[in-house]
Each structure stands twice: as structure tokens, then as C-alpha cells.
């Protein structure tokens, strides 16, 4: 059983449209984390959550972008109004101890 | 502001060699570093962590090393296979996760 599952695998999107990526820790976890790679860079960092608030966010995390835990297990990733730069994968993260564990990714592709 | 880097970007060895991948990092104060393994279009599989008071650690056929003064780690992978074939990240950890760039390692058949 994965330590961190991200749902969809695959999303294609229209531009301009709202996107919402999930992720589920599977056990219970305060710190999390969202990362994002573009096609071909590196990954990178966009916002820490901890004890349900954000605890930082980057400079890509603008007002386009909004964290919640909305029932306690699930993590999610709202991207607003979708920019065709905003292709890439996204990665759920959780901290267990020191250590973090990162889900599969979400592939969303913006058209 | 913490920077990652990984040298070499890119590595094609014959099967059956050892190899060395480094990776730099410009803020020493760390709680620790990981090294992960990404495959094409997948996502990130840790293979070592090292906290900052450890020099070094093993699972297997690779070992990582920490230097944390200097700044610098290393992993090491012993008796190479094709299956080996991947991107290797380097990241570090203060409060949030800051990766390296990666060196995409190809081993020859």
C-alpha cells in the first residue's frame, strides 16, 4: 500500500478552467507539502501545510493556487483558472518523522 | 537562499561498473538530506536518507555520504544494472524540501 496516493494520474484540462488534485496521506499526518515539476526542471517547491494552515508557500504559490484538508484525510490542490504554464506534475508530500514521502504525481496538462 | 547542485547532469556507464553521483548544496544548515530515484513521466522513490549528524548511509548497492561543513554528498552505487537506469535527485531539508536538478544516469547493457 503506497504511503502517499495521488489522485488523478492524468488530468487534461481546458485553459481558464478550476482544477482540484487530491492527495491522501493514508495515515494520519500533520506536515504536508505540494511540489510541482515542470517538463525537464527540477522540483520544485510551492507550499507547506501543517496542522491544517499553511505554514509556507513560494512564490509561485499566488492567488491562483489554495490548499485545504476539507474532511480531515484528504489534501488537496486547487489551481483556479488554469494558465497553459501551469502544466507539469504535481507531487503530494507528507513528513513522517524526518523523513518525506511523496506521492505518484498528478500529470495535469493544460490546453 | 538554499542551491542544489547535482553533477554530472547526465552518466551512461557500462553495466557492472561503480559509479559516484555528487550533489552540493550552499546552506549547511540542514536536518537532513535524501536521495531519490525518478523514473520517466513517474513520480519520487526515496532510496536514502541521512540525518545532519550522519555521515553515512546504506541500503543494498548504494551508499550515501554527507559532509555536511563542506556542503557536499555523495552516492555511490556499486555493481551497476540496467535497472539502475533513472534520474537520481539530491534534496535537502530545512524547513521545506529544496531539490537538485538531478543526473540522469543511463546504464549500457
Known amino acids: 500500500e503506497p504511503e502517499v496516493t495521488q489522485t488523478p494520474s492524468h488530468q487534461v484540462t481546458q485553459m481558464g478552467q478550476e482544477v482540484i488534485l487530491r492527495c491522501v496521506p493514508i495515515?494520519?499526518?500533520?506536515?504536508f507539502y505540494w511540489y510541482r515539476q515542470i517538463l525537464g526542471q527540477k522540483v520544485e517547491f510551492l507550499v507547506s501545510?501543517?496542522?491544517?494552515?499553511?505554514?509556507?508557500k513560494s512564490e509561485i504559490f499566488d492567488d491562483q493556487f489554495s490548499v485545504e484538508r476539507p474532511d480531515g484525510s484528504n489534501f488537496t490542490l486547487k489551481i483556479r483558472s488554469t494558465k497553459l504554464e501551469d502544466s507539469a506534475m504535481y507531487f503530494c508530500?507528507?513528513?513522517?518523522?524526518?523523513?518525506?514521502?511523496f506521492g505518484q504525481g498528478t500529470r495535469l496538462t493544460v490546453v | 537562499k538554499q542551491e542544489v547542485t547535482q553533477i554530472p547532469a547526465a552518466l551512461s556507464v557500462p553495466e557492472g561498473e561503480n559509479l559516484v553521483l555528487n550533489c552540493s548544496f550552499t546552506?549547511?544548515?540542514?536536518?537532513?538530506l535524501q536521495w531519490f530515484r525518478q523514473d520517466p513521466g513517474k513520480g519520487l522513490t526515496s532510496l536514502l536518507l541521512?540525518?545532519?549528524?550522519?555521515r553515512e548511509q546504506t541500503s543494498g548497492r548504494l551508499n550515501a555520504s554527507l559532509d555536511k561543513s563542506s556542503g557536499r554528498s555523495t552516492l555511490y552505487i556499486a555493481a551497476s544494472q540496467p535497472g539502475d537506469s533513472a534520474t537520481y535527485l539530491c534534496?535537502?531539508?530545512?524547513?521545506?524540501?529544496?531539490f537538485g536538478k538531478g543526473t540522469r544516469l543511463h546504464i549500457l547493457p
Open positions: 508530500a507528507k513528513r513522517q518523522g524526518t523523513e518525506a514521502f
Open positions: 546552506d549547511s544548515a540542514i536536518y537532513n
Open positions: 495515515s494520519n499526518h500533520l506536515y
Open positions: 501545510f501543517y496542522n491544517n494552515e499553511i505554514s509556507e
Open positions: 541521512i540525518q545532519s549528524s550522519q
Open positions: 534534496a535537502v531539508r530545512h524547513d521545506k524540501i529544496i
